[in-house]
């Protein structure tokens, strides 16, 4: 197997017209190599010099032995269909989410009501009266009570933000300013990790906290 300088896509680019054969068409690679790596005086002549710096960054070498075909997408060049498989699937997004609400050591119950309030699927007030049903929102465990929506009161409300502030100084977590429960959800999973029982703790508690919120509000 035989490669050519000007058939490989370092030199020829995206456009082939617009780079021209210097001397011999059919001049191979190695022609071009000495023990050390590319002739780079030789490459001056053919190609121009920002083609030999992208070369120079490649750090080609030569191997004895004969040419072999590499696939770049494993660590030792070997072709596998499961890597393959990996380059030609479609990948969906990474979900937060579904990779922190499901744990075997939680209860349900409190995965459930955190599933629940994504979907708006929890009784509060403002979601009550987004179905066409009359009736006046007040919050009922708030210092300074404001209309009760899910947000405020797992996240905007008064004792929502004095247990999301005590958890995260407890877990030396330094908080942004954030509105939205989703938002917090989401935040303090990034911030997580599930390879120690510490970081596993950590992602877990936003589930506990929620859970406690919610039970605040039923019992309120």
Same mark, same amino acid.
């Given at each position: 197997?035989?490669?050519?300088?000007?058939?490989? =896509?370092? /030199?020829?680019?995206?456009?082939? !017209?617009?780079?021209?054969?210097?001397?011999?068409?059919?001049?191979?690679?190695? #022609?071009?190599?000495?023990?050390?790596?590319?002739?780079?005086?030789?490459?001056?002549?053919?190609?121009?010099?920002?083609? /030999?710096?992208?070369?120079?960054?490649?750090?080609?070498?030569?191997?004895?032995?004969?040419?072999?075909?590499?696939?770049?997408?494993?660590?030792?060049?070997?072709?596998?269909?499961? =890597?393959?498989?990996?380059?030609?699937?479609?990948?969906?997004?990474?979900?937060?989410?579904?990779?922190?609400?499901?744990?075997?050591?939680?209860?349900?119950?409190?995965?459930?009501?955190?599933?629940?309030?994504?979907?708006?699927?929890?009784?509060?007030?403002?979601?009550?009266? +987004?179905?066409?049903?009359?009736?006046? =929102?007040?919050? !009922?465990?708030?210092?300074?009570?404001?209309?009760?929506?899910?947000?405020?009161?797992?996240?905007?409300?008064?004792?929502?933000?004095?247990?999301?502030?005590?958890?995260?100084?407890?877990?030396?977590?330094?908080?942004?300013?954030?509105?939205?429960?989703?938002?917090?959800? +989401?935040?303090?999973? #990034?911030? !997580?990790?599930? +390879? +120690?029982?510490?970081?596993?703790?950590?992602?877990?508690?936003?589930?506990?906290?929620?859970?406690?919120?919610?039970?605040?509000?039923?019992?309120?």
């Amino acid at each position: 197997m035989a490669l050519h300088i000007f058939g490989d =896509s370092a /030199v020829r680019g995206k456009n082939k !017209s617009e780079n021209l054969v210097v001397g011999d068409a059919k001049l191979k690679v190695n #022609e071009v190599m000495e023990d050390t790596g590319p002739n780079y005086e030789l490459l001056r002549e053919l190609v121009p010099e920002e083609v /030999v710096e992208k070369i120079r960054r490649f750090g080609l070498r030569v191997c004895q032995g004969e040419d072999l075909c590499v696939w770049k997408h494993t660590v030792d060049g070997e072709f596998t269909t499961k =890597s393959a498989w990996e380059v030609i699937r479609k990948h969906g997004l990474n979900c937060t989410w579904r990779r922190w609400l499901w744990q075997d050591f939680v209860p349900k119950k409190m995965s459930f009501i955190c599933w629940r309030a994504r979907r708006k699927a929890i009784p509060v007030d403002d979601i009550i009266r +987004s179905i066409r049903i009359p009736i006046v =929102s007040k919050c !009922s465990y708030c210092l300074h009570p404001q209309v009760e929506t899910l947000n405020h009161i797992l996240c905007e409300g008064d004792g929502a933000k004095q247990v999301w502030k005590f958890f995260a100084e407890a877990c030396q977590l330094q908080l942004p300013h954030i509105r939205k429960w989703e938002g917090m959800m +989401s935040f303090w999973w #990034e911030h !997580s990790m599930r +390879s +120690s029982q510490v970081g596993w703790t950590h992602g877990v508690l936003p589930i506990i906290i929620l859970w406690a919120l919610w039970k605040a509000r039923c019992l309120a």
